[in-house]
T-cell receptor, first 110, second 115 residues
């Protein structure tokens, strides 16, 4: 079983749509959680950290359920520029290596 | 300011040759990480340097892979006797600290092709 699992997609949505990505992780000792964004042939960039209480950054909302070992990302009012691969990432210890999911591909169409 | 830089950006090599990939982390960042991303695979961790501590080499796939970090700054990843399955994008990241929740900043990667 992969340590971090995501639906690879692709998710094809129209502009303005709301889209949700889900992710599960296998190690209950995981301490830190993130969503990274990766554009085609580019390096990953941090989109947002994910906190137990849930957190929001503009159109993006992330939630963490430690009991279910489940992380989600909600994107509201999708823009063409949101088209990318979204990577669910966990960290077993403060600092240290990141464990990446396979990524979920999002394509926002006009 | 300058981000993480990597060189070369692309490398084509023949099977059996050795290659060296270089990473210049962001100035002042004490933690440095190497990952690789293969087609159809996610990003996988290779090795992690934190300050003067012994590196975490738990992700290195074989003894053909090694890395060093000189002077707590620049790092070199060496792959000896390259194989076709080594073809991938090798990404370097650095963070201000290897402790606490510190964002990892990625370089643009080196695309390695082994023919």
């Amino acid at each position: 079983r992969k340590e971090v699992e995501q639906d690879p997609g692709p998710f094809n949505v129209p502009e303005g749509a709301t889209v949700a990505f889900n992710c599960t992780y296998s190690n209950s000792a995981s301490q830190s959680f993130f969503w990274y964004r990766q554009d085609c042939r580019k390096e990953p960039k941090l989109l947002m950290s994910v906190y137990s209480s849930g957190n929001e950054d503009g159109r993006f909302t992330a939630q963490l359920n430690r009991a279910s070992q489940y992380i989600s990302l909600l994107i509201r009012d999708s823009k063409l520029s949101d088209s990318a691969t979204y990577l669910c990432v966990v960290n077993l210890a403060q600092g240290g290596k990141l464990i990446f999911g396979q990524g979920t591909e999002l394509s926002v169409k006009p | 300011g300058a981000g993480v830089s990597q060189s070369p950006s692309n490398k084509v090599t023949e099977k059996g040759k050795d290659v060296e990939l270089r990473c210049d982390p962001i100035s002042g960042h004490t933690a440095l990480y190497w990952y690789r991303q293969s087609l159809g695979q996610g990003l996988e961790f290779l090795i992690y340097f934190q300050g003067n501590s012994a590196p975490d080499k738990s992700g290195l796939p074989s003894d053909r892979f090694s890395a060093e970090r000189t002077g707590g700054s620049v790092s070199t990843l060496t792959i000896q006797r390259t194989q076709q399955e080594d073809s991938a994008v090798y990404l370097c990241a650095s963070s201000l600290s290897g402790t606490g929740v510190s964002e990892q900043y990625f370089g643009p990667g080196t695309r390695l092709t082994v023919t």
